[in-house]
């Protein structure tokens, strides 16, 4: 009895993290039950009812609006799609690739990935294989690649003559105005974001991770495109692709901090979810902390918008929300028709993000 008295004392959160490193979740319920029954310890019974009425108050408090993306019907296909914005310009070759319809093999034996970034963990061959189908696919065939060495930073690179200089370029966003030039960014979660002039024909590429969102690339692109174009805001139509959401996009205290920083609206990026876990289900006093929400690995965790945070860029960029398609897909909860870097823990591909005018 000395050991539960000594384990209550200091809080039964040893208990749990014990059983989380040593057995599986379920099993560990089960352990659980045992050890303080033999202890000597009941469960006191809840009212009937009571954990639900209480599980749907507070998700009524804390679920956001935007909690996750409207379930999609699931497309269960191997072909080779391409995500694209309503814009209807014939001028112009615009999409965002997915994982389905390629050839690589390397993440998974009964899979045909359509990865598109050259890393250790595919053969350079199958990647050059999947960017021909993909470009191919997209009528891009005859444009001339830039694919940029990109840095997490708010560095804009202008393209102003159709032969590139040679070397590669370091950057998280190209724009350009000249034909025959195919602006590529490679995601695997990061928020890839496609701009057109329509005016002008102007076009630019951004790769917006949550480092460059605080370092502002998309709101700094749409500036460049002003200054160097001449692009009139209302004239510019973006395109946010798939990248990972809100519901799966917990972040720490820096992230927060550094955005309270930067945006006046930094509040409305944030939301605490809770993680859906049996076993804080069934015993919720194992995870009482005395940390504030967000600042435990216990309890709610603080889930930041990068998609609402880039829109709001161009919101204060000048650009009408009407003119702000997004793809509204989350690359972590669709890992079936996405690569999402963090929900395969880094061993993953690329998928492509392209903009060029003919
Ligand atoms: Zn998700």
Known sequence: MERYLKLLRTGLSPIYNHLVATKSKTKSIAELDKFLADGGFTRAKRPKGALERH??????????????????????????????????????????????GGYSTAFGPDRKDLNLGISQHDSRDTVLKNRAAFFKSAGATKLTLISPKQIHSSIVHVLDSAKPTAGTIT????????????????????VPILLV?????????????????????????????????????????????????QC????????????????????????????????NRKYPLLFMTARAPGHSNLGPQIHLDLVEANRRQL???????????????????NTDRFFSYRKEAGFTGRMMAIIGIK
């Open 248 to 279: 799966c996009y917990a972040v720490g205290e820096e992230v927060v901090d550094q955005f309270h920083t930067q945006f006046a609206y930094a509040d409305a990026l944030f939301k605490p979810y809770f993680e859906d876990d049996p076993i």
């Open 55 to 100: 599980r749907s108050q507070r998700d009524a408090e804390q679920t956001p609006k935007r909690a996750k993306p409207a379930a999609k019907p699931k497309r269960k296909t191997s072909k080779l799609e391409i995500l694209r914005a309503d814009w209807n310009l014939p001028w112009l070759i615009n999409g965002f690739s997915t994982r389905t």
């Open 171 to 190: 950057a998280d966003g190209l724009i350009t105005n000249v034909p025959g030039l195919l602006l590529s960014i490679q995601t695997a979660d990061c």
């Open 315 to 333: 919101l204060d960029a000048g650009l009408d929300p009407k003119k702000i398609w997004s793809s509204d897909e989350c690359t972590s909860c």
């Open 197 to 245: 002039d329509t005016k002008t024909k102007a076009i630019g590429a951004f790769h917006a991770g949550w480092r460059g969102t605080v370092a502002r690339i998309v709101e700094k692109g749409v500036g460049m495109m002003r200054v160097t174009y001449g692009s009139a805001p209302r004239n510019i139509r973006a395109a946010i692709g798939p990248c990972i959401a």
